[in-house]
C-alpha cells in the first residue's frame, strides 16, 4: 500500500476503509451517471426545471466521488474510479435506460437515492468502527448533500403535492 498521511490509522483500518470509500465511489459514478441518464432523456410537463436541477444533482454526486477518491488517496489506496469498475462493483440496481417520462424518472431517481443513502449510512458505520472520523465525517457530507438532492427530485412528484 502506498504511503499514508493518515498515521493515527492501522494498516488494517485503512485497507478496509480504502475498500469502503472505493465501493461507495461505484455507487456515486453509477448514481452520477442514472441522474444524466434522466437528465438527457426526461420529457414532459416541468421539463425545463427537473432537467436544470438533475445538472445540479449530478456536480454535488461528482463532488461526493472527489472528495471520496482523493481520501482513498489520503489513506494509502488507489481510487478504483473507472467507469468499467463502477459498472461491476455498484451495488445500486441498473438504471431504466428506455424510460422518458418525468413521473418515471423521478420515481426511479428516489428508489436509487434511498438506497445509496442506506449504503452511505453503512460506510459511516464502519468508518466509525475502525476509528476513522475523518472518513465517517466525509460520508455524513456526502450523505447530507444527497439527502437534499432526493428531497428536491421527490418534490416535483405529482405524489409530493
Not at 34 to 63: P, T, Y
Not at 80 to 105: C, F, M, N, R, W
Not at 120 to 132: F, T, V, W
Request: glycine residues 8%.
Amino acid at each position: 500500500m502506498p504511503q499514508s498521511f493518515v498515521p493515527y490509522l492501522k494498516e488494517n483500518a485503512r485497507k478496509d476503509m480504502v475498500g469502503v470509500l472505493n465501493a461507495r465511489l461505484a455507487d456515486t459514478i453509477a448514481l452520477t451517471n442514472a441522474v444524466k441518464q434522466a437528465h438527457w432523456n426526461l420529457k414532459g410537463r416541468g421539463f425545463i426545471g427537473v432537467h436544470e436541477l438533475l445538472d445540479d444533482v449530478a456536480d454535488h454526486l461528482r463532488d461526493g466521488a472527489d472528495l471520496m477518491a482523493e481520501r482513498a488517496a489520503i489513506l494509502g489506496g488507489l481510487a478504483q474510479g473507472t467507469v468499467e469498475v463502477a459498472a461491476k462493483a455498484s451495488g445500486l440496481e441498473p438504471y431504466p435506460t428506455d424510460i422518458t417520462e418525468i413521473d418515471d424518472h423521478i420515481a426511479a431517481l428516489v428508489d436509487r437515492f434511498g438506497a445509496y443513502s442506506t449504503k452511505l449510512r453503512e460506510a459511516i458505520e464502519a468508518a466509525d468502527e475502525a476509528g476513522d472520523e475523518g472518513t465517517a465525517d466525509l460520508f455524513t457530507e456526502v450523505i447530507r448533500a444527497a439527502d437534499k438532492d432526493a428531497w428536491f427530485i421527490g418534490s416535483n412528484s405529482p405524489k409530493s403535492a
